[in-house]
């Protein structure tokens, strides 16, 4: 514990008291809560106002520790065991209460019972659990997940529906692959695949629908929707337009994602020779945005997937806290544990999302190469929230209108000189690089299903013709759009 750390307030994960109260209770409720969630400190000896460090008399320090730890260990069920420690911070002594992520949950008051009891950790406050919280933590504590629970007891499904989810889902796989190569190698679906993915549940020679089936199929559920908006300004004031999407949540996510497109800008940049239309925000980082509002939003909350957009932000508001013990930070470092895995495993199957974790990273890793402000990763209110920013003036960061007409002189001989074939090519190598910043030899071969050979020699006349620039060496080396 330093001196910063306390000038930086009490936060979702620290509180302060000035002193050890003599009913346990009046802290016992964070304790439970730092369990049921990322965990947290307690530090007694600094008070919460002021931030000043009153400190405890040392010689009262052990009795107060063994105190504080015997009160945790007898008020809370299942027993959490604290990390009780002494620190000095400007000459005085205060207490350190470490209370670790619990693997039991829910936790909660023993005194209170598990219904009023349970306490959880909301925008930096201790607040009791609401029913579909205390649920939830329930799945946890069990290692079950919502999405692969049996969910309709009185109807079994048949053969042909389950062939029917297997077709939809293979179909959605392979028009969404990148390359033709990757399209030929996906599998196609079995009952067996939905059934070890938490699909289906079997019970004598029948076959009944989890969660995740319905979600994926009719979703009657009221509340697994997106509310997709645009508001004026930059607050929740004014609507200019509002839609909500129902039905299966493939289809919810596309049609968001096509949503926001017809609300954003969009302008066109000279790539090299070609005019390419281009959106004023990375369309992929869009799609990764609500992406990951789908497949790890909580399904027993009440509330519905946001996507509001505004004049300076898209905004994508998640239902539910950080799932298990995930902080912000671990997010940013590409850290997940999933929610929903049977929703998980479906949509990596179908190319909507890659390796577990990857999304995040991948959105702010990729708005930092456009020059774009950061995305604002937030826990509000028992949600999850990520901001995308636009620019004051709703135009990428690219190329001026003169450096277009220069680039446009500069590479009109060319166009000319290359062949329909070898046009046909550069547009792919040019969007590729639009897309995603740079381009490999090895992903040249896979977007143009071409050799080696042919893969060097394009992206060759490419470099000599001044429309790409090669960096690093031999095999770290990559290209891009000059």
């Not at 010689?59 to 945790?72: C, H, P, R, V």
């Not at 929740?236 to 909500?244: M, N, S, Y």
């Not at 190319?351 to 930092?368: A, D, L, T």
């Not at 003036?393 to 680039?407: A, F, N």
């Amino acid at each position: 514990m330093t001196i910063e750390e306390i000038m930086s307030g009490e936060s979702g994960y620290l509180e302060f008291k000035q002193m050890v109260p003599e009913k346990s209770e009046t802290y016992m409720k964070t304790v439970v809560a730092f369990a049921n969630g990322s965990g947290g400190r307690i530090v007694f000896g600094v008070e919460n106002g002021t931030l000043n460090v009153v400190g405890i008399k040392q010689e009262n320090a052990f009795s107060l520790m063994d105190g504080i730890t015997s009160a945790i260990c007898d008020s809370c069920t299942p027993m959490i065991t604290p990390i009780v420690t002494l620190a000095s911070i400007e000459d005085k002594i205060v207490i350190v209460v470490n209370i670790m992520p619990g693997g039991q949950r829910p936790y909660y008051l023993t005194s209170k019972g598990k219904e009023k009891g349970t306490f959880v950790r909301v925008s930096g406050t201790t607040r009791p659990a609401d029913p579909f919280v205390l649920k939830e933590l329930e799945f946890e504590g069990a290692n079950r997940c919502f999405d692969q629970t049996y969910a309709a007891p009185e109807k079994s499904v048949t053969e042909d529906e389950i062939n029917l989810l297997c077709s939809r889902m293979y179909q959605y796989a392979v028009e969404h692959c990148r390359f033709q190569e990757a399209a030929e190698g996906i599998h196609r679906l079995t009952r067996q695949n939905l059934l070890s993915w938490g699909f289906l549940v079997k019970k004598g020679d029948k076959y009944y629908p989890t969660n995740a089936f319905l979600l994926m199929t009719s979703n009657l559920l009221p509340q697994a929707t997106i509310q997709c908006a645009v508001f004026k300004g930059t607050e929740r004031d004014v609507f200019i337009d509002r839609k909500e999407y129902d039905g299966d949540i493939v289809a919810q996510l596309d049609a968001a994602y096509e949503y926001v497109l017809r609300n954003i800008n969009m302008g066109s940049e000279i790539n090299g020779l070609y005019r390419t239309d281009i959106y004023e925000l990375p369309t992929d980082c869009i799609r990764e945005m609500i992406c990951n509002a789908v497949a790890h939003r909580s399904y027993l909350h009440p509330s519905s997937i946001q996507v509001a957009v505004y004049d300076n932000r898209v905004e994508v508001t998640s239902p539910g806290m950080l799932f298990g013990s995930l902080r912000l930070q671990d997010i940013r470092e590409g850290i997940s544990i999933p929610r929903n895995r049977a929703i998980v495993y479906a949509f990596t199957y179908m190319n909507i999302m890659e390796h577990w974790g990857s999304g995040i990273p991948r959105i702010i890793r990729r708005c930092k190469e456009l020059g774009l402000e950061e995305p604002e990763l937030l826990e509000i209110a028992g949600n999850f929230r990520i901001n995308l920013f636009r620019l004051p003036d709703k135009t990428r960061i690219g190329k001026s209108t003169d450096k277009v007409t220069e680039s446009t002189e500069k590479y009109g001989k060319v166009r000319i000189k290359s062949t329909d074939k070898l046009n046909d090519n550069r547009k792919k190598i040019i969007q590729y690089i639009a897309e995603r910043g740079t381009i490999t030899n090895r992903e040249v071969q896979n977007l143009l299903n071409v050799k080696d050979s042919r893969a060097l020699k394009i992206l060759k006349e490419m470099v000599e013709d001044g429309i790409l620039k090669k960096e690093g060496k031999l095999r770290g080396s990559c290209y891009k759009l000059k």
